[in-house]
């Protein structure tokens, strides 16, 4: 049987993938399409359906359960790390961090979120223009999160690349495998370097903290300790970008919203949560592997298939959320998944939201009159795997000195 290709990864639905989800949302629950270097994909559009199998054990985390994935796929060393692994491993794995990301722990972060934020905006408000996802976006997750774990601030722009390489194709070519895994290696090589340094060089940061544990024995064993660290540097910043890049071309394209955010800045906590509904940094969605044959959605999955959770389709799920498709930034309804929801729910979501409401209010304030300096059809989106965002955001206002 011939099955349709995955249509993620084209670039006019890149640029709007949400004609597309509708499509597939409304014309059924599940949809088995070709996925990315040919593995068929179980699509699960529907909120009810992706909140269910979003906590269903029968659908692992752990690529190795991919019967027909590709090896250098399976190999992943993300797969090591707590949102590749499954319990007992991901319980062990989680709790090791997980004190560092508390909401309180989080909470007193916000001076120095907020003085990144201060400084990169003084930089560009006298000049009237700016590119908003290089020199916002971008900059202010990559420094909470390097500074967290304590990665020197000259390496960034090096794993920037590497982390361009590994999540920014749509697999949709053989070459495309090589650049994943070179870049993997490099990553590799370049975080166990990073690991003797803290060893040799203990300093007051979660990396040192981390070695420690890997060094007391059990707990973490070193290569649980790279993909850990991995995992935490890279979920660290991506998403965020994309929170705070969609998130601003979506309000640009709602002025009404823009101005009533604008007049009520108490309205811009909700408003984060809205965005991360409307044009979240996860989508499509979620990679699950099935333990064992299983039911969903009335279709019939078998063990070993893949199953894409379609978070962005079930964000717009009408019979979850009125209207869906309408940006409302008093929105007082927090059930999105873009945080996903279950075991797996987002570890740094309260860091996520601590930036994007900074970031938010602060642009808001500092950025009068703004307004987007290209064409829409200009505008360039990554993804067309797990994440979707802006490659960049040209953007105008009046400038302030
Ligand atoms: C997991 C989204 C920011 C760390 C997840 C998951 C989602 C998500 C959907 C669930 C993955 C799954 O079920 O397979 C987001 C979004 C963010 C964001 C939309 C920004 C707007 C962050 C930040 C950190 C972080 C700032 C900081 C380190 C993690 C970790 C996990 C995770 C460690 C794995 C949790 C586990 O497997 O138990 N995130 N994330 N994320 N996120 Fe985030």
Redesign the pocket.
Known sequence: MTVPATPFSDPAVLADPYPVLAALRESGPVHRLDGRLGVPVWVVTRYADVLAA?SEPRLS?DPQQAVDLEEALRGDFLSR?????DPPE?TR??RL?SKA?TARRVEGLRPRVQAITDTLLDRVSPRGHAELVGEFALPL?IT??GE?LGVPEADRDRFRTWTDDMLDRPFDARTDLAVVVAARERMHGYLSELVDAKRRDPADDLLTDLVAASDEGERLDEQELLA?TF???V??????V??IGNGTLALLRAPDQLDRLRADPSLVPRAVEEL?RFD???NPG???FALEDLELGGARIRRGDVVL?A?AAANRDPDRFPDPDRLDVGSADPGH?????????????P???L??QVAFAALLERLPDLALATAEDQLRWTGGGVLRGLRELPVTFTPTP
Do not use: K, Q
Not at 81 to 85: D, E, V, W
Not at 235 to 240: D, E, I, L, S
């Open positions: 979003l985390n790390s707590m949102i590749g692994a991901h794995l989680r961090v990301f997750p909470v999160i967290l850990m995992l935490l540097l979920a660290g910043y991506v998403t965020t994309s929170l991360l979240g940094p996860v979620l990679s699950r959770l978070i998944l873009a945080f996903g929801h279950g075991i797996h729910y987002c570890l740094g979501a860091l996520a939201r930036e994007g």
